[in-house]
Protein backbone atom coordinates (compact mmCIF):
# COMPACT_ATOMS: atom_id res chain seq x y z
CA UNK A 1 0.00 0.00 0.00
CA UNK A 2 0.87 3.89 -0.32
CA UNK A 3 3.75 4.77 1.98
CA UNK A 4 4.79 8.33 3.41
CA UNK A 5 8.46 8.38 4.64
CA UNK A 6 9.09 11.88 6.68
CA UNK A 7 12.74 13.34 7.88
CA UNK A 8 13.75 13.81 10.12
CA UNK A 9 11.75 12.61 13.03
CA UNK A 10 13.39 15.01 15.46
CA UNK A 11 14.99 18.36 14.61
CA UNK A 12 16.05 20.74 17.66
CA UNK A 13 17.09 24.26 16.79
CA UNK A 14 17.51 27.25 18.41
CA UNK A 15 15.10 30.33 18.66
CA UNK A 16 15.34 32.00 15.39
CA UNK A 17 17.23 29.18 13.07
CA UNK A 18 14.99 28.02 10.16
CA UNK A 19 13.80 24.46 10.20
CA UNK A 20 12.49 21.94 7.49
CA UNK A 21 10.69 18.95 7.35
CA UNK A 22 10.21 16.12 4.11
CA UNK A 23 7.82 13.83 2.69
CA UNK A 24 8.36 11.71 0.19
CA UNK A 25 5.47 9.25 -1.24
CA UNK A 26 6.23 6.08 -2.60
CA UNK A 27 3.14 6.42 -5.30
CA UNK A 28 2.06 9.54 -6.96
CA UNK A 29 -0.52 11.50 -4.83
CA UNK A 30 -3.52 13.42 -5.79
CA UNK A 31 -2.97 16.21 -3.05
CA UNK A 32 -0.92 16.86 0.04
CA UNK A 33 -1.89 18.06 3.50
CA UNK A 34 0.02 19.27 6.34
CA UNK A 35 -0.81 18.94 10.06
CA UNK A 36 0.49 20.60 13.04
CA UNK A 37 0.32 18.86 16.82
CA UNK A 38 1.09 21.27 19.84
CA UNK A 39 2.63 18.63 22.67
CA UNK A 40 -0.87 17.36 24.28
CA UNK A 41 -3.24 18.17 21.57
CA UNK A 42 -4.73 17.09 18.64
CA UNK A 43 -3.42 16.96 14.93
CA UNK A 44 -5.01 20.17 12.94
CA UNK A 45 -4.85 21.08 9.30
CA UNK A 46 -2.41 23.15 7.96
CA UNK A 47 -2.99 23.34 4.68
CA UNK A 48 -3.61 21.70 1.20
CA UNK A 49 -1.60 21.31 -1.61
CA UNK A 50 -3.14 20.29 -5.09
CA UNK A 51 -0.81 21.26 -8.08
CA UNK A 52 2.36 20.06 -9.51
CA UNK A 53 5.25 22.34 -7.91
CA UNK A 54 2.60 24.44 -5.79
CA UNK A 55 4.00 26.89 -3.34
CA UNK A 56 2.40 28.35 -0.34
CA UNK A 57 3.01 30.62 2.30
CA UNK A 58 1.27 30.95 5.64
CA UNK A 59 2.98 34.08 7.40
CA UNK A 60 6.70 32.06 8.32
CA UNK A 61 5.77 28.86 6.97
CA UNK A 62 6.30 27.95 3.03
CA UNK A 63 4.85 24.92 1.34
CA UNK A 64 5.74 22.78 -1.12
CA UNK A 65 4.35 20.39 -3.40
CA UNK A 66 6.97 18.65 -5.87
CA UNK A 67 6.95 18.48 -9.96
CA UNK A 68 6.07 14.88 -9.47
CA UNK A 69 3.38 14.89 -7.00
CA UNK A 70 5.32 12.32 -4.73
CA UNK A 71 7.19 14.42 -2.56
CA UNK A 72 6.97 17.99 -0.34
CA UNK A 73 8.26 20.26 2.63
CA UNK A 74 7.50 22.04 5.21
CA UNK A 75 9.94 24.90 6.25
CA UNK A 76 9.57 27.64 8.94
CA UNK A 77 11.50 30.75 9.21
CA UNK A 78 13.34 32.29 11.98
CA UNK A 79 11.22 30.14 14.09
CA UNK A 80 9.55 30.75 17.58
CA UNK A 81 8.87 29.37 21.10
CA UNK A 82 4.84 28.83 19.67
CA UNK A 83 6.14 26.66 16.99
CA UNK A 84 7.17 23.64 18.82
CA UNK A 85 4.84 20.54 18.48
CA UNK A 86 4.78 17.51 15.68
CA UNK A 87 4.66 18.11 11.84
CA UNK A 88 2.24 15.86 10.23
CA UNK A 89 1.87 15.38 6.54
CA UNK A 90 -0.74 13.36 4.53
CA UNK A 91 -0.76 12.08 1.36
CA UNK A 92 -4.02 11.39 -0.18
CA UNK A 93 -5.30 9.56 -3.70
CA UNK A 94 -8.15 9.44 -5.42
CA UNK A 95 -9.96 6.18 -6.39
CA UNK A 96 -13.01 5.63 -8.60
CA UNK A 97 -15.20 5.76 -5.95
CA UNK A 98 -13.86 9.32 -4.63
CA UNK A 99 -11.26 10.32 -2.41
CA UNK A 100 -9.08 8.00 -0.08
CA UNK A 101 -8.27 7.77 3.25
CA UNK A 102 -4.99 9.84 4.21
CA UNK A 103 -1.65 8.06 4.89
CA UNK A 104 0.24 10.46 7.60
CA UNK A 105 4.02 10.43 7.44
CA UNK A 106 5.16 9.47 11.56
CA UNK A 107 6.34 13.12 11.76
CA UNK A 108 8.58 15.93 12.74
CA UNK A 109 9.24 17.04 16.10
CA UNK A 110 10.28 20.51 16.37
CA UNK A 111 12.31 21.02 19.52
CA UNK A 112 12.92 24.68 19.96
CA UNK A 113 15.83 25.61 22.89
CA UNK A 114 15.21 29.75 23.59
CA UNK B 1 -19.25 24.76 16.36
CA UNK B 2 -17.50 22.43 13.89
CA UNK B 3 -16.31 19.77 15.64
CA UNK B 4 -15.59 16.01 16.78
CA UNK B 5 -16.24 15.07 19.91
CA UNK B 6 -14.77 11.90 21.50
CA UNK B 7 -15.55 10.26 25.30
CA UNK B 8 -13.71 9.57 27.47
CA UNK B 9 -10.85 11.79 27.41
CA UNK B 10 -9.06 9.40 29.64
CA UNK B 11 -9.67 5.51 30.41
CA UNK B 12 -7.68 3.26 32.43
CA UNK B 13 -9.46 -0.43 32.18
CA UNK B 14 -8.32 -3.81 32.97
CA UNK B 15 -7.12 -6.78 30.22
CA UNK B 16 -10.89 -8.09 28.73
CA UNK B 17 -13.01 -5.71 29.56
CA UNK B 18 -15.03 -4.65 26.76
CA UNK B 19 -14.54 -0.63 26.18
CA UNK B 20 -16.58 1.56 23.58
CA UNK B 21 -14.78 5.11 22.89
CA UNK B 22 -17.80 7.18 21.15
CA UNK B 23 -16.84 9.77 18.38
CA UNK B 24 -19.52 12.08 16.71
CA UNK B 25 -19.24 14.83 14.71
CA UNK B 26 -21.68 17.77 13.58
CA UNK B 27 -20.00 18.91 9.98
CA UNK B 28 -22.14 15.91 8.03
CA UNK B 29 -18.70 14.50 6.81
CA UNK B 30 -18.92 11.39 4.82
CA UNK B 31 -15.80 10.29 6.19
CA UNK B 32 -14.74 9.07 9.41
CA UNK B 33 -11.67 7.24 10.56
CA UNK B 34 -9.75 6.34 13.87
CA UNK B 35 -6.22 6.50 14.69
CA UNK B 36 -3.96 5.55 17.36
CA UNK B 37 -0.85 7.20 17.83
CA UNK B 38 2.54 5.58 19.77
CA UNK B 39 5.55 7.16 20.29
CA UNK B 40 8.10 7.02 17.24
CA UNK B 41 4.97 5.15 15.13
CA UNK B 42 3.07 8.35 14.07
CA UNK B 43 -0.25 8.18 13.36
CA UNK B 44 -1.72 4.52 12.40
CA UNK B 45 -5.47 4.32 10.52
CA UNK B 46 -7.59 1.59 12.37
CA UNK B 47 -10.58 1.50 10.71
CA UNK B 48 -12.15 4.14 8.65
CA UNK B 49 -15.76 4.29 6.92
CA UNK B 50 -16.76 6.50 3.95
CA UNK B 51 -20.44 6.74 4.86
CA UNK B 52 -23.00 4.84 6.84
CA UNK B 53 -23.13 1.38 6.57
CA UNK B 54 -19.28 1.23 4.66
CA UNK B 55 -16.33 0.45 7.23
CA UNK B 56 -13.14 -1.02 6.21
CA UNK B 57 -9.97 -1.63 7.51
CA UNK B 58 -6.90 0.53 8.11
CA UNK B 59 -3.45 -0.65 8.47
CA UNK B 60 -3.62 -2.05 12.46
CA UNK B 61 -7.50 -3.43 12.47
CA UNK B 62 -6.50 -6.22 14.74
CA UNK B 63 -8.39 -6.48 18.11
CA UNK B 64 -10.80 -3.58 17.18
CA UNK B 65 -14.25 -3.04 15.66
CA UNK B 66 -15.91 -0.27 14.72
CA UNK B 67 -19.74 0.34 13.38
CA UNK B 68 -21.68 3.31 11.37
CA UNK B 69 -25.42 3.26 11.89
CA UNK B 70 -25.70 7.17 11.64
CA UNK B 71 -23.80 9.84 9.64
CA UNK B 72 -22.50 11.37 12.75
CA UNK B 73 -21.39 8.44 14.75
CA UNK B 74 -18.36 6.51 14.64
CA UNK B 75 -17.79 4.38 17.88
CA UNK B 76 -14.63 2.17 18.33
CA UNK B 77 -15.41 -0.80 20.24
CA UNK B 78 -12.31 -3.02 21.67
CA UNK B 79 -13.55 -6.15 22.45
CA UNK B 80 -11.51 -8.17 24.60
CA UNK B 81 -8.65 -5.28 25.37
CA UNK B 82 -5.37 -5.78 25.94
CA UNK B 83 -2.03 -3.98 27.42
CA UNK B 84 -0.56 -3.85 23.57
CA UNK B 85 -3.93 -1.57 22.62
CA UNK B 86 -2.14 0.93 25.32
CA UNK B 87 -2.09 4.31 23.14
CA UNK B 88 -3.74 7.65 22.55
CA UNK B 89 -6.45 7.21 20.29
CA UNK B 90 -8.10 9.60 17.18
CA UNK B 91 -11.12 10.27 15.76
CA UNK B 92 -11.58 12.15 12.59
CA UNK B 93 -14.12 13.37 9.83
CA UNK B 94 -14.12 14.85 6.75
CA UNK B 95 -15.80 15.59 3.12
CA UNK B 96 -15.53 12.51 1.13
CA UNK B 97 -16.36 11.64 -2.74
CA UNK B 98 -14.99 14.04 -5.21
CA UNK B 99 -14.92 17.22 -3.28
CA UNK B 100 -11.19 18.79 -2.58
CA UNK B 101 -11.66 20.20 0.24
CA UNK B 102 -10.98 17.03 2.25
CA UNK B 103 -9.31 18.47 5.43
CA UNK B 104 -9.87 16.25 8.46
CA UNK B 105 -10.89 17.35 11.86
CA UNK B 106 -9.52 15.58 14.73
CA UNK B 107 -11.10 15.14 17.85
CA UNK B 108 -9.65 16.13 21.20
CA UNK B 109 -8.15 12.47 21.59
CA UNK B 110 -8.85 9.58 24.39
CA UNK B 111 -5.96 8.29 26.35
CA UNK B 112 -6.29 4.78 26.92
CA UNK B 113 -4.41 2.36 29.51
CA UNK B 114 -5.11 -1.49 29.39
CA UNK B 115 -3.55 -3.09 32.88
Known amino acids: GQQVMQIPQYQHVQEGEDFTTYCNSSTTLSNIQWYKQRPGGHPVFLIQLVKSGEVKKQKRLTFQFGEAKKNSSLHITATQTTDVGTYFCAGQTYSGGGADGLTFGKGTHLIIQP | EAQVTQNPRYLITVTGKKLTVTCSQNMNHEYMSWYRQDPGLGLRQIYY???????DKGDVPEGYKVSRKEKRNFPLILESPSPNQTSLYFC??????????????FGQGTRLTVV
Open chain 2, 49 to 55: SMNVEVT
Open chain 2, 92 to 105: ASSFGGVVMNTEAF
